[in-house]
């Protein structure tokens, strides 16, 4: 109970921070649709996209905003040191990291919601034909991104070079939830969507989400130690 | 379940980054009311040992012991007990007064959370400011709230770096008072200062580092700007020694 509470305090907090800067929201969205603008015009000729890039543009516009998104959120709580004021408090650890993951997780599916219509207009990508799968692959497939960033942000927060060590450390780690929602996603939009294939891919997504969070949860703690 | 202490021993600490040596087997021990200053110019590695204290770092050779407990023993028990004024004053700055006080005693699990915020805006001269967020305060405002988010939890151990930086004077001489009544509720205070000025009278010892080494404990009378001046010129000889507090040392004021 303990831990629920002292999580939701820290992605309220967040959301709050978020909701009165608008900040990180605002370049990250600004940053994903510029990606995808860039895309539009290298990769769609005479109104006709090359095939399966839509599903290969949403996610990579996702990686890079949500790198976007967890440097400054860390950046953030470095700025007045408040990291640290978290760690000092008595509240569990593991439920700080759960918290902080949480305000990452609604910053890039509110980035989301600009970006997949965007994608899917630019691409002429029926990313809806199947509502309840495609929710699946962004929400399994950014929880994934977002669980191993969130630690790796929070690990490198004091590190100099963070910016370029963030994406450095990240991407290798994350590439089979990018490939996994990549393959998921050019699945569904198939002209005839192949749902079980999508299925697949969400299940492997899923597991990486098991692993991923549950090796942040256990190292979170000895890794913020100094 | 509560955990409680009477002292803080540092025994023989050390901390190294990489091979630049922060500090360098510190020794000594702070009592239930008293207030001991960690004095030393800067680099000193007065900070280090504040973040050793807190437990943000650990040390790289030598133990703390609060009470009959090291950090790792008594893990988030200790951790309700200890509060830092560090000098990144810990506040979100695009948070309220208010908002960021509710926010760090609802963490530490404070009872009543927002009338314990509400306290401790009115100590901090801040209750007609509580809702403004905290980019609009100045440093001393700053400073001041950042000292009621320190207490908030009624720590027992209570570590301030730099604690009147950005101060004016009465808002100096309020702290001054505050330190004095939480010595007189007999917690623990550890002070790392360059205000020897004010300092001067409040503190019981202090602790003077130079080079990450301790290089006296000072009881002494006398003008504490001048006692300082002799420990870091004899500090400055080769040979100088750690100095334990003596046996017989007069109770904290």
């Keep these: ?226 | 379940m509560t955990f409680d202490f009477d002292q803080v021993a540092v025994r023989d600490v050390s901390r190294h980054y990489g091979r630049r040596r922060a500090l360098s087997h510190i020794t000594f021990t702070c009592r239930a009311g008293e207030i001991l200053g960690l004095l030393g110019p800067n680099g000193a590695g007065k900070s280090t040992l504040l973040s050793i204290l807190a437990t943000l770092l650990t040390p790289s050779a030598g133990e703390i012991r609060y009470g009959d407990r090291t950090a790792n023993e008594a893990g988030p028990l200790l951790r309700a007990r200890l509060g830092l004024l560090a000098h990144d004053l810990h506040l979100y700055p695009e948070l309220t007064a208010r908002e960021n006080l509710e926010f760090f005693a609802r963490l530490h699990g404070v009872a009543d959370a927002r009338a314990r915020a509400a306290e401790g805006l009115e100590r901090a001269g801040l209750a007609s400011r509580a809702n403004d967020i905290v980019t609009g305060f100045s440093r001393g405002m700053r400073q001041r709230l950042a000292l009621e988010r320190a207490l908030l939890h009624d720590p027992r151990l209570l570590l301030l770096d730099e604690p009147f930086t950005g101060l004016d004077d009465a808002s100096a001489a309020a702290l001054v008072t505050r330190l004095r009544e939480l010595r007189a509720e007999r917690r623990l205070v550890v002070a790392a200062t360059h205000d020897l000025d004010v300092a001067d009278g409040l503190l019981d010892r202090a602790a003077v580092l130079r080079d990450g080494r301790l290089i006296a404990i000072d009881e002494g009378h006398g003008p504490l700007r001048e006692r300082y001046r002799a420990h870091i010129a004899r500090g400055a000889l080769p040979g100088a020694q750690s100095l334990e507090p003596r046996a017989e040392s007069p109770e904290p004021r």
């Design chain 1, 1 to 226: 109970m303990m831990f629920l509470r002292v999580a939701w305090l820290v992605m309220r907090k967040d959301l709050t921070v978020e909701v009165r800067s608008r900040e990180v929201l605002y370049t990250t969205a600004f940053f994903a649709v510029s990606c995808v603008l860039v895309f539009a015009f290298a990769l769609v000729r005479e109104g006709r996209p090359l095939e399966d890039a839509a599903a290969g543009i949403l996610w990579i516009a996702i990686a890079f905003a949500g790198t976007l998104a967890l440097g400054r959120t860390f950046e953030r709580e470095r700025h007045a040191e408040t990291l640290r004021a978290l760690m000092l408090a008595p509240a569990s650890r593991p439920a700080i990291y759960v918290g902080k993951l949480l305000g990452i997780l609604a910053l890039l599916a509110a980035v989301e919601v600009v970006l997949v219509p965007l994608v899917g207009l630019l691409f002429h990508a029926a990313f809806l034909s199947r509502p309840v799968l495609m929710i699946a692959l962004l929400v399994t497939g950014t929880g994934g991104f977002a669980a191993v960033g969130t630690l790796f942000a929070a690990m490198l927060v004091r590190a100099r070079s963070r910016d370029v060590l963030l994406p450095v450390l990240l991407y290798p780690i994350t590439i089979p939830v990018i490939i996994a929602g990549v393959r998921g996603t050019a699945a569904l939009l198939q002209p005839v969507p192949d749902a079980e294939v999508a299925r697949m891919w969400i299940a492997l997504l899923a597991f990486f989400d098991i692993v991923f969070v549950t090796l942040s949860l256990w190292t979170f703690e000895p890794l913020m130690t100094e």
